[in-house]
């Protein structure tokens, strides 16, 4: 037997989506502020990232640049979703310049967040290097700490 549509869909605003991209960017910056170095542990963040401010120029219109104009199109959706430009070279080369910028744009204000909250980053740099992962709940704790000026 199917499964019920329970009827709850997400419907994710240009907000949510560029805050995702701070949060991606973020990961690579606290590693870079932190620990002085880049790895190659970042690469996930960073397809993500760009995949998604890809998707915003691309296909959701949720860039001024472009507005409502479809770039992209994807076929199969369901099925790992092939996706292909809709425009011409010069416009691609264009559109590779605003993901850039979208991507820059969050990185820099991810740094804003690190550089404003220095005292969190350390604390859960610690908390790293002595567990090697650190839960959103565990990060989250850290921060309540922090706003409640408990160290």
Known sequence: MGKVDSGEHVLLSREDLF????????????EEVMFGTVTTGASN????????????????GMSDRYDMMELETVSNAY???????ACSPETAAEVDKEVLRMVKEAHGKAKG??????????????????????TGEEFMKIVKAHEKGID
């Open 19 to 30: 805050n995702r991209i701070v949060t991606l960017t973020g990961g690579r910056l606290a």
């Open 45 to 60: 963040d960073i397809e993500q990232a760009t995949r998604l401010a890809r998707a915003m120029v691309t296909r959701y």
């Open 79 to 85: 099925l790992g979703g092939d996706s292909s430009l």
């Open 113 to 134: 967040m690190i550089a404003a909250h220095q005292d969190i980053m350390r604390e859960a740099a610690a908390f790293l290097l002595e567990k090697e992962t650190i």
